[in-house]
């Protein structure tokens, strides 16, 4: 059991990477990822948000689409569930904890509606994972998100002082770069 | 049929339903009292971020206002409406001292070094940016006061008012800058300061070296040589450290010292071709009161018998305009070389 959850774990950080793998979630991999410590700020709450999530559509699924029949009604219930669960995080943190707010609160209303929080959810159902493989399989996509991120904010970091030419400045060598990236995890395919 | 969209209507409705109410639920329970007046100052300030007041940000400078009673005007950049609207909307508007003339300031970048090869020690290649610049060998110009040239100032500026112009030479749009001191910070030479915008008349350069290491180094560079000094009848000018410095509250902008300068260190902004200014006495409605002679510092003024008309030493007149100011029937007149 624990190996198997293991292995879940490795694979979505490592293999079925989430933004280098699936190529979900470019908006925030690009946008945010300009300065180290916004990208430690985003990847944490996408990690958060990502195993909140993981764990209520799991119950969406399995407590009310699943009994009524009601599966075709997937995306538009989970998207639902998870801007009202981030709105509700947000709130709590927020009155409960003002510094955590300081860190995450700018972040988190970008996340509301972030495909890959979407996808997570989508491909636990679609996986036939149970509650427990469901948490690890999001927080490890969490992570492997965090991780893509980091790697890509210090990346980027470097090419803001290095000479690129006029055209490539900014986004395009930021896609190449991003890229080249997905390229070296494919060299994690066959793993596990 | 007909009760699969029951169902499903039921379903995401009761979902939403709940969540909705949850929502609202919390949004009671866990809502934290903001001050709409700081949302409202907040709108007020220019927006622009620049950090200017010493805040991190117009949100905290805003906060700060409504809830610390800081002063508006602590805002180097917001403009009088805006800060009388802030005022009028927390109440503070007979606070503010409104006789007293606001001082505004812009960055004065104290360098006005060549750049031909002459002056380098090597050609700089590496990244481009000051402090990286510095740290090699301390930049590569011979002068180890000079500008590096590389724009450390002009990506800091958060307003658009600086620009990297010819001779490596940074460039202030006055109009653009308000004196938020970012360049300040940037540059690792502490050459710029901020200085009030009225002011014209200032000493280009920032280097402490001896007169003759200055003057291998530099075509215009400060030497020490303290005629400007001399030459000042308003003690605004004192040299320390092999370096002239303008106390711009005594400064009249006369331009004597402009136009006595060996080096050319000291200009008159906007007027690269000003020689310095002499007194004309205008002789019909001279009365030879003797206040001229009296008041001139450089014996420049003929006379000192009641009712003798004076004159002028050309030679001898730097330019002061002290006589001009104190001339009873105003028949002094200062004139450009």
């Not at chain 2, 991190?56 to 805003?62: K, L, N, R, V």
């Amino acid at each position: 059991m624990t190996s198997a959850l293991i292995s879940i774990f490795i694979v979505a950080v490592f293999i079925e990477n989430f933004v280098l793998n699936k190529i979900l979630g470019l908006c925030p991999f690009i946008g945010v990822s300009n300065k180290l410590d916004s990208a430690v700020g985003m990847g944490t709450a996408v990690t958060f948000v990502m195993l909140m999530a993981g764990v209520t559509t799991w119950a969406i699924q399995a407590f009310i689409l699943v009994p009524f029949k009601l599966e075709y009604l997937q995306t538009i219930s989970f998207i639902l569930v998870i801007a009202a669960l981030v709105q509700f995080v947000e709130m709590v943190v927020k009155k409960t904890a003002p510094a955590l707010y300081q860190a995450l609160g700018v972040f988190l209303p970008l996340i509301t509606t972030n495909c890959a929080v979407l996808g997570v959810a989508l491909l636990n159902i679609k996986k036939g994972y149970g509650l427990v493989e469901s948490a690890v399989n999001s927080f490890g996509g969490g992570i492997g998100f965090f991780f893509a991120l980091i790697l890509m904010a210090g990346i980027r970091e470097r090419l803001d002082v290095s000479e690129i030419p006029t055209t490539m400045k900014g986004p395009p060598i930021a896609f190449i770069t991003a890229g080249l990236l997905a390229i070296a995890f494919m060299g994690f395919s066959g793993l596990v | 049929m007909f009760t699969q969209i029951i169902t499903a209507v039921l379903a995401l409705g009761g979902l939403g339903f709940i969540f909705g109410a949850i929502l609202s639920y919390a949004s009671k329970k866990f809502e934290v009292y903001v001050d709409p007046k700081i949302q409202q100052t907040l709108e007020l300030l220019p927006g622009a971020n620049c950090g200017g007041c010493g805040f991190p940000g117009c949100a905290a400078m805003a906060e700060a206002i409504v809830k610390k009673g800081i002063p508006v005007a602590t805002c180097p950049v917001i403009s009088l409406i805006n800060r009388q609207k802030i005022e009028e909307l927390l109440g503070l508007g007979d606070k503010t001292d409104t006789t007293k003339k606001p001082v505004f300031k812009a960055a004065l970048v104290k360098c006005n070094g060549l750049d031909t090869e002459e002056y380098q020690k090597f050609s700089y290649m590496g990244v481009k940016d000051c402090q990286a610049a510095v740290l090699l060998q301390n930049g590569p110009w011979l002068c180890p006061h000079r500008c590096m040239g590389l724009g450390s100032c002009e990506r800091s500026c958060p307003f658009d008012a600086i620009k990297i112009g010819p001779h490596h030479l940074p460039i202030v749009d006055e109009e653009k800058c308000v004196a938020c001191g970012k360049c300040v910070l940037a540059c690792p030479k502490q050459l710029i300061e901020l200085v009030d915008k009225e002011q014209k008349v200032h000493v280009k350069c920032n280097s402490t070296e001896k007169g003759a290491d200055t003057r291998k180094v530099c075509k215009v560079g400060c030497i020490g040589c303290g005629l400007c000094q001399k030459v000042c009848a308003y003690d605004a000018i004192t040299i320390e450290n092999n370096l002239a410095r303008i106390d711009y509250r005594k400064c009249v902008q006369c331009g004597a010292c402009v136009a006595k300068c060996p080096q050319h260190t000291i200009i008159m902004e906007n007027k690269p071709e000003f020689k310095g200014r002499v007194a004309k006495i205008n002789t019909e409605a001279c009365i030879g009161c003797t206040i001229c002679f009296k008041v001139c510092k450089f014996e420049a003024v003929k006379g000192g018998t009641p009712r003798e008309k004076h004159e002028i030493i050309a030679d001898k007149c730097v330019g002061c305009g002290l006589c001009a100011t104190k001339c009873p029937k105003k028949c002094i007149e200062m004139i450009e070389e």
